[in-house]
């Protein structure tokens, strides 16, 4: 889904789409409990809906006192609540009821597509909360579902009763994680914004719209006693083909991680705390589009960007922080050659604390450039400087273990097959080659999935703190904080996890269908500390910084399996 392309699609086309009478496709078969059933819905926000069932698949809707209009429908149950989805007919419009059918308390979506002008495909979404009157009771009812963090930080896996399998993951409030585990391309890490909502202790209600992708509306219902589902999807494939179905899943609970807000702390408010926050408009909410921040620029652009504004290191950014690693003047007075497997070579003089030159065998002169190198391991330095001239502004990323002989190097640049503005990268894998330094004929480092399930926070400053899910071999998501300390906005990217030694491991990510820039860094898990590189196209020029963070283990997901499964 990841890197799907997605068709801007007209409001006549989605109407096209939905067809006269829509109705949820499904494998298994719907819950008929409810006919001959009139239940009238009173919202908190003053919507009335009456719904008039007359058989297992359709019912009469009234809103508001309106003309009543034949609709299909089709519903779930599991324990007490059921789920009931209807689209109206001759709209783009439909209502997702939550009925629990214990308490008479109900949550209703509110659900519609060409509200979001820029993609008509996306549903919108508004949440109503309310009661309704049915054969088993009348009148108000005490007491509503509401939002909730109680399901915050957990992750899950599900397979469907139509064969889809898909990893979840909850390290925010108003944001969630997938990665589609049946997906015959390959499964990446991608983040919607998200709603979380208690119906009591056993029963939680999570949806997700997939914006920025296909626009995909998703409603659960989840029991957590047995670990199950049932769920509608509503929304227009890559395909442009109407998928709206609804669907039964067991699962189960692959872990957890840390949460950091205050104890006493349920969930039950968002505190966004930036300007735009809280909701203006029917539908508002809080949403993440790198895409619509950072449109696509020629390489033109970029090229003119480089010629006013190429920065390298020293550089203000949310993530130059006060928890840097110090400096290393390690390589300072060092010559060495690093030898990559089928790839580079390069010779370095490292001449002082900021300053080194390289150049390639054969090559009579020196190129000069400026660096910055720490030590994030003991005696494996980590350093980056560019190819200064190279036409796509190379850069490279590069460790050193000068106990074993053994290096990597993160080699990138501007441009790759998908964006003319977006970082692209390749890691070598090699050897040192020094005075006094034996390196091994065989052995090199390698890529590795020992942090896949793994969760840390990162806290680069004051001002900068974040949560990394390592949520597949080749993905990950990070959550920002919110004031408060629940997790936020999210984001994911596709990534290089690589062991350098039992105490380092190396890390590169392309924020790709974003701002293009490519981070890298070199984790010590004894440290608890990492020191890293940030590069790419930003602020209309092109530039290296660096970067360092303390971390703190927010615990582990166990799932590694399912990607063994995989690839087997």
Known sequence: MFFYIYNKLTPEAIAAGLGSRPAAAGATAGYTGLAGEELAVHLDTGIQLVLKVESGDSLLLSENGGE????????LKIREAVLLSLMVPGTVRGWQLILDTATRKVTVFETWFCGYEPANREVQREIHYGYMDWSKGSGEVEGRHGLTNRLECRGLHWKDDMGVEILNFFPSVCYSSMVELSDPRGGITVCAPSDYIKIN?????????????SGTFVLEVLDMYKVQNIGVRLGFDDKDALDYRMYTADGCVTGAGATFEGMTDYGTEIKLGFPGAREKKKGQRAVYRPRLMHPEIPFSTVQEYAKKNFRQFGGSSVMNSYNEMPLSDFMVGKSFTVRYDNGPVWE????????????EPGEESWHTEIYQAYEPAEDLIFFSHFHTGHPRYRNVCIAIDFRYGLTTCIDAHIGNERSNFEAWHTAWFGVLEMEGITPPLVRRHGYTDELVGKSFAWIYSDTMTSIHV???PESYSWTIFLPNGSGGLMWSSPCLYIKLRDDAYLMSWIEETCNGNQGTFVFNPNLMHDA????????????VNAFGAYARHCGEFDIKKYFDKKVK
Do not use: H, M, N, P
Request: with cysteine; glycine share 8%.
């Open 348 to 359: 370095y003089k490292v001449t002082g604390l900021r300053e080194l030159q390289w150049r």
């Open 201 to 213: 202790d056993v029963l939680y209600i999570y949806s997700r719209v997939e914006c920025e992708y």
């Open 470 to 472: 390592y949520s597949s």
């Open 68 to 75: 009543a209009v034949s609709c299909a429908y089709r519903a």
């Open 532 to 543: 890293g590189f940030f590069y790419g196209v930003e602020d209309e020029g092109v530039k």
